[in-house]
């Protein structure tokens, strides 16, 4: 489900993303901007029943790792921003001495606090959305971190509080039959969060709004304070700019995927790098290119009848004397169940793009393994 699901959004998003570089007239820019959100917004659909099927096989992991304080509230606050447009009124709240640097798993704990705002601002009509987040100091190691969304919605009677954080529940049919969403957000975010060994919270008085919050231990890599969101730039910010924009004319690639919309898909992506890219349907004809080529870099399929994207790499990988044998390849997959990542690197693979192929992530990982002489930096 997951493969066959996400392989069309492939091409829905991606040909959206090359299509906007188009000139056009302002209302067709709009409309495609419309197909574009509403793309964004069916993956998010459809990776809350992906974590839910997760859930049902015990496969929901937690992976930690460093972060600063500042990016995790920077990246959600500017998401709730554009789902709010200019909608509610819209306050953070924040000490400006929160920790510097924190070890936890920031993809999960990000997208429980977007979930808990969303909901906030999809539910509420007129008003204001307040959104608190603090911590707590435990030991030397250690800190809570509190976070809390307040609204001032329709709110939540006491009968319907039992069909909160159930699958596919949504309260007050009535009056909210209208909005839009699988009803699996609350269920996944109290999962995730005892996952992380916290627990969530909800307030709500009919009629007034409601609160909704979570509250999770965290490692602490820094105290320092982390100062305020105003003066906040990411941390990679100023490497980032500097790279965000090259070209690579003499670099040659090999994109590799069963399904010819997938090539087209790619192939549009990345031309304005300027590379040669060239395609292959299948691991047999990967094969016959790497045996008369020398490329850079190679994108791999996973899933490819005959010979996947695993036993390719390690027929590659086990071409003694060929240019391409120790090569950069990239997986490409449709796949986001659990450890899917982890067996592709382990097949001999340098690195992971999931599908859909988004542009920023693409650039990324072109810039991190294309040899460094062929890239050249282009100015803004």
Same mark, same amino acid.
């Given at each position: 489900?997951?493969?066959?699901?996400?392989?069309? $959004?492939?091409?829905? &998003?991606?040909? /959206?993303?090359?299509?906007? *570089?188009? +000139?056009?007239?302002?209302?067709?820019? #709009?409309?495609?901007?419309?197909?574009?959100?509403?793309?964004?917004?069916?993956?998010?659909?459809?990776?809350?029943?992906?974590?839910?099927?997760?859930?049902?096989?015990?496969?929901?992991?937690?992976?930690?790792?460093?972060?600063?304080?500042?990016?995790?509230?920077?990246?959600?606050?500017?998401?709730?921003?554009?789902?709010?447009?200019?909608?509610?009124?819209?306050?953070?709240?924040?000490?400006?001495?929160?920790?510097?640097?924190?070890?936890?798993?920031?993809?999960?704990?990000?997208?429980?606090?977007?979930?808990?705002?969303?909901?906030?601002?999809?539910?509420?009509?007129?008003?204001?959305?307040?959104?608190?987040?603090?911590?707590?100091?435990?030991?030397?190691?250690?800190?809570? $971190?509190?976070?809390? &969304?307040?609204? /001032?919605?329709?709110?939540? *009677?006491? +009968?319907?509080?039992?069909?909160?954080? #159930?699958?596919?529940?949504?309260?007050?049919?009535?009056?909210?039959?209208?909005?839009?969403?699988?009803?699996?957000?609350?269920?996944?975010?109290?999962?995730?969060?005892?996952?992380?060994?916290?627990?969530?919270?909800?307030?709500?008085?009919?009629?007034?709004?409601?609160?909704?919050?979570?509250?999770?231990?965290?490692?602490?890599?820094?105290?320092?304070?982390?100062?305020?969101?105003?003066?906040?730039?990411?941390?990679?910010?100023?490497?980032?700019?500097?790279?965000?924009?090259?070209?690579?004319?003499?670099?040659?690639?090999?994109?590799?995927?069963?399904?010819?919309?997938?090539?087209?898909?790619?192939?549009?992506?990345?031309?304005?790098?300027?590379?040669?890219?060239?395609?292959?349907?299948?691991?047999?004809?990967?094969?016959?290119?790497?045996?008369?080529?020398?490329?850079?870099?190679?994108?791999?399929?996973?899933?490819?009848?005959?010979?996947?994207?695993?036993?390719?790499?390690?027929?590659?990988?086990?071409?003694?004397?060929?240019?391409?044998?120790?090569?950069?390849?990239?997986?490409?997959?449709?796949?986001?169940?659990?450890?899917?990542?982890?067996?592709?690197?382990?097949?001999?693979?340098?690195?992971?793009?999931?599908?859909?192929?988004?542009?920023?992530?693409?650039?990324?990982?072109?810039?991190?393994?294309?040899?460094?002489?062929?890239?050249?930096?282009?100015?803004?």
């Amino acid at each position: 489900m997951s493969h066959e699901i996400r392989t069309p $959004m492939n091409a829905i &998003v991606g040909m /959206t993303e090359v299509a906007l *570089r188009e +000139e056009m007239t302002p209302g067709m820019r #709009k409309c495609l901007k419309t197909v574009q959100s509403s793309a964004f917004g069916l993956l998010t659909l459809i990776n809350d029943i992906l974590d839910y099927s997760k859930i049902e096989a015990g496969k929901l992991e937690i992976v930690p790792e460093k972060f600063y304080t500042l990016s995790l509230v920077n990246d959600m606050y500017e998401i709730i921003k554009a789902r709010n447009n200019g909608k509610l009124a819209l306050h953070l709240h924040m000490p400006d001495n929160l920790p510097t640097a924190l070890y936890g798993d920031i993809v999960r704990i990000k997208q429980v606090m977007i979930n808990f705002c969303t909901n906030a601002v999809k539910y509420t009509d007129t008003g204001s959305v307040d959104i608190f987040l603090e911590t707590e100091r435990i030991d030397d190691n250690h800190c809570k $971190m509190i976070f809390s &969304v307040k609204d /001032t919605g329709i709110g939540i *009677r006491k +009968e319907d509080f039992r069909k909160l954080f #159930k699958q596919y529940g949504q309260v007050d049919i009535a009056v909210n039959h209208h909005k839009e969403g699988t009803g699996l957000g609350l269920m996944i975010s109290r999962q995730l969060i005892e996952n992380m060994n916290g627990m969530v919270s909800v307030e709500s008085e009919y009629g007034k709004g409601s609160t909704f919050g979570f509250t999770i231990p965290l490692v602490v890599k820094d105290w320092s304070p982390a100062g305020t969101l105003e003066n906040y730039h990411y941390e990679e910010d100023d490497e980032e700019d500097e790279n965000a924009l090259f070209t690579a004319p003499e670099a040659r690639i090999l994109i590799v995927d069963d399904t010819p919309l997938n090539l087209m898909v790619a192939e549009a992506l990345l031309s304005p790098i300027g590379m040669t890219i060239e395609t292959a349907e299948s691991g047999f004809e990967t094969l016959d290119k790497v045996a008369g080529t020398t490329y850079d870099l190679i994108l791999m399929d996973h899933f490819m009848p005959g010979m996947d994207g695993a036993e390719t790499v390690q027929k590659i990988r086990a071409l003694d004397g060929n240019p391409n044998q120790n090569i950069p390849i990239i997986a490409l997959t449709a796949d986001a169940m659990s450890g899917v990542k982890e067996a592709l690197l382990a097949s001999g693979m340098n690195d992971f793009m999931s599908k859909p192929i988004l542009i920023d992530v693409a650039y990324q990982v072109l810039q991190r393994w294309l040899p460094v002489d062929k890239i050249v930096k282009t100015v803004r």
